[in-house]
């Protein structure tokens, strides 16, 4: 009489399954070295945008445009490195000052390295893409390979890559540069050099005397310029709360003094 042994359904599972894998197409395998969760999480920040290139190949595009910064944008720390935006970036002002990396890899001329450009002016014709950089001459060669920036210029219009990063703006506070037109019942000042996220939502200022624990909502005037119209004379030293398109907040104690003067700079001891 033989005997007859019947596998069991384990042996037969792990018959079936050494099998399948025998007649797996190799380019299927999974590959451990193909996957990588910080790179994707990396390339997943970037997005896709248009980038052309204003005022001279050496310059900074303008004097500060749109934004009021004058020629401060010639000088360290922006030292050029400014960008005029689409609509979606200027956002009617409320842009100025935020940061982002730029970078490209559709001419060969690109290194593919990412440059930090601060919005600094407005490019309201720029609609063709629904993100659009109008970069200076310097900040557009800065994308380039090393030696190659004037190729790159030459192609005048790039498909790019970009993503938000904070302002970083080492050693240097904020800065308030008091409007020329200001007086004792209009107070209106430029606002520079935001680390972090680099553009505001909200503007308030306290006067001493009087009801000096009330913070006085200022109004956007044009570009980084904020502005208060109280109708009676404003009493110095003023102190300036901010806070940023990220939330947070922080005040400027008596920044301005007493005695202030239009087109005056005021130089704070804070930042974010």
């Given at each position: 009489?033989?005997?007859v042994?019947?596998?069991?359904?384990?042996?037969?599972?792990?018959?079936?399954?050494?099998?399948?894998?025998?007649?797996?197409?190799?380019?299927?395998?999974?590959?451990?070295?193909?996957?990588?969760?910080?790179?994707?999480?990396?390339?997943?920040?970037?997005?896709?945008?248009g980038?052309?290139?204003?005022?001279?190949?050496?310059?900074?595009?303008?004097?500060?445009?749109?934004?009021g910064?004058?020629?401060?944008?010639?000088?360290?720390?922006?030292?050029?490195?400014?960008?005029?935006?689409?609509?979606?970036?200027?956002?009617?002002?409320?842009?100025?000052?935020?940061?982002?990396?730029?970078?490209?890899?559709?001419n060969?001329?690109?290194?593919?390295?990412?440059?930090?450009?601060?919005?600094?002016?407005?490019?309201?014709?720029?609609?063709?893409?629904?993100?659009?950089?109008?970069?200076?001459?310097?900040?557009?060669?800065a994308?380039?390979?090393?030696?190659?920036?004037?190729?790159?210029?030459?192609?005048?219009?790039?498909?790019?890559?970009?993503?938000?990063?904070?302002?970083?703006?080492?050693?240097?506070?904020?800065?308030?540069?008091?409007?020329?037109?200001?007086?004792?019942?209009?107070?209106?000042?430029?606002?520079?050099?935001?680390?972090?996220?680099?553009?505001?939502?909200e503007?308030?200022?306290?006067?001493?005397g009087?009801?000096?624990?009330?913070?006085?909502?200022?109004?956007?005037?044009?570009?980084?310029?904020?502005?208060?119209?109280?109708?009676?004379?404003?009493?110095?030293?003023?102190?300036?709360?901010?806070?940023?398109?990220?939330?947070?907040?922080?005040?400027?104690?008596?920044?301005?003094?007493?005695?202030?003067?239009?087109?005056?700079?005021?130089?704070?001891?804070?930042?974010?």
């Open positions: 009489m033989a005997l042994l019947q596998p069991s359904s384990s042996m037969f599972t792990l018959v079936t399954l050494f099998s399948i894998l025998l007649n797996l197409n190799p380019s299927s395998c999974f590959n451990p070295k193909l996957f990588s969760v910080s790179r994707l999480q990396s390339d997943s920040d970037w997005a896709a945008a980038a052309t290139w204003y005022g001279n190949p050496d310059g900074a595009g303008s004097d500060g445009g749109a934004c910064y004058g020629n401060a944008v010639e000088n360290s720390p922006f030292s050029k490195m400014v960008s005029a935006g689409g609509p979606s970036l200027f956002k009617s002002g409320k842009g100025c000052g935020a940061c982002y990396q730029v970078k490209c890899t559709t060969a001329a690109c290194s593919g390295n990412p440059a930090t450009v601060v919005i600094t002016d407005e490019c309201p014709g720029c609609t063709s893409e629904s993100v659009h950089f109008d970069l200076s001459g310097i900040a557009f060669g994308m380039a390979v090393s030696g190659q920036e004037g190729q790159l210029r030459n192609a005048g219009v790039l498909q790019i890559q970009y993503k938000r990063v904070d302002c970083n703006y080492p050693g240097v506070t904020l800065v308030f540069r008091v409007d020329s037109g200001s007086n004792p019942n209009y107070f209106a000042t430029l606002i520079e050099y935001e680390d972090g996220a680099g553009d505001l939502t503007v308030y200022l306290k006067q001493s009087g009801d000096s624990d009330s913070w006085l909502l200022m109004q956007e005037s044009w570009g980084a310029v904020w502005k208060l119209d109280s109708g009676s004379a404003l009493q110095a030293p003023f102190s300036i709360k901010l806070t940023a398109s990220n939330g947070q907040a922080l005040v400027a104690n008596n920044v301005i003094p007493a005695g202030w003067q239009a087109g005056q700079t005021y130089r704070s001891l804070v930042n974010f």
